[in-house]
């Protein structure tokens, strides 16, 4: 599985911004996804992830805010970001980890960039 994220950009604090993470290989529907970020000097932290049958889990952080889905059918998962904050200004990477745990698979980043 290879994964190519997409999305990100420039907005101003309140704005929205939908990323997407296309994956290619036939198992992907078998594979937990997640989003992560990584601000300057900070580490890269997990920002949410869904199972390969849809439970999904959000850093606190994030709740209410964002959305994780998948479309199994476009090997795609996305994120909806809405109401965005200076403070989520990252790049954003997406991961893939199989149902063993023995595959981490990441993408490129995508710059966010949230104006206030």
């Known amino acids: 599985v290879q994964l190519q994220a997409s999305g990100g950009g420039l907005v101003q604090a309140g704005g929205s911004l939908r990323l997407s993470c296309a994956a290619s290989?036939?198992?992907?529907?078998?594979?937990?996804m997640g989003w992560y970020r990584q601000a300057p000097g900070k580490q890269r932290e997990l920002v949410a992830d869904?199972?390969?049958?849809?439970?999904?889990n959000y850093a606190y952080s994030v709740k209410g805010r964002f959305t994780i889905s998948r479309d199994n059918s476009k090997n795609t998962v996305f994120l909806q970001m809405n109401s965005l904050k200076p403070e989520d200004t990252a790049v954003y990477y997406c991961?893939?980890?199989?149902?063993?745990?023995?595959?981490?698979?990441w993408g490129q980043g995508t710059q966010v960039t949230v104006s206030s």
């Open positions: 991961r893939g980890t199989s149902y063993s745990g023995d595959s981490v698979i």
């Open positions: 290989g036939r198992i992907f529907s078998t594979y937990r």
């Open positions: 869904i199972t390969s049958d849809g439970r999904t």
